[in-house]
């Protein structure tokens, strides 16, 4: 199955480590929140769930990085992720880290890859 480009938002949208933005996925039959931050100047995506229950990450609408703006936090819990990779690093994850989804850049945009990334998920 080939991939398609969905928009997600303008690449000026994702500031360095700051703000991210939300949007809706299919996955399983249904909807699920997630996210997209920027990090090492490369947008980075998430589903919106944390590894230890779950529950969205953020405290306040776009708001995924603690306050040292290192690490993604789950604000219900403390758990820290890796903002790169999604990786549990400390906190209430227990190891079990953020699932990444696939995202290109590309003409002053990000775009999600779906819907292959679906299928393994």
Same mark, same amino acid.
């Given at each position: 199955?080939?991939?398609?480009?969905?928009?997600?938002?303008?690449?000026? !949208?994702?500031?360095?480590?700051?703000?991210?933005?939300?949007?809706?996925?299919?996955?399983?039959?249904?909807?699920?929140?997630?996210?997209?931050?920027?990090? !090492? !100047?490369?947008?980075?995506?998430?589903?919106?769930?944390?590894?230890?229950?779950?529950?969205?990450? !953020?405290?306040?609408?776009?708001?995924?990085?603690?306050?040292?703006?290192?690490?993604?936090?789950?604000?219900?819990?403390?758990?820290?992720?890796?903002?790169?990779? $999604?990786?549990?690093?400390?906190?209430?994850?227990? $190891?079990?880290?953020?699932?990444?989804?696939?995202?290109?850049?590309?003409? $002053?945009?990000?775009?999600?890859?779906?819907?292959?990334?679906?299928?393994?998920?």
């Amino acid at each position: 199955m080939a991939e398609r480009e969905r928009l997600i938002c303008a690449a000026g !949208d994702l500031a360095e480590q700051g703000k991210g933005v939300r949007f809706e996925l299919e996955r399983h039959g249904r909807s699920q929140p997630a996210f997209v931050i920027r990090f !090492d !100047d490369m947008p980075r995506a998430f589903l919106n769930q944390c590894g230890h229950v779950p529950v969205e990450l !953020d405290w306040q609408e776009g708001e995924f990085f603690d306050v040292s703006r290192l690490y993604l936090i789950c604000t219900t819990h403390g758990a820290l992720y890796h903002p790169a990779t $999604g990786a549990c690093v400390g906190g209430r994850c227990a $190891g079990r880290g953020l699932i990444p989804l696939p995202v290109v850049e590309r003409n $002053g945009h990000v775009y999600l890859l779906e819907p292959a990334l679906m299928e393994n998920q």
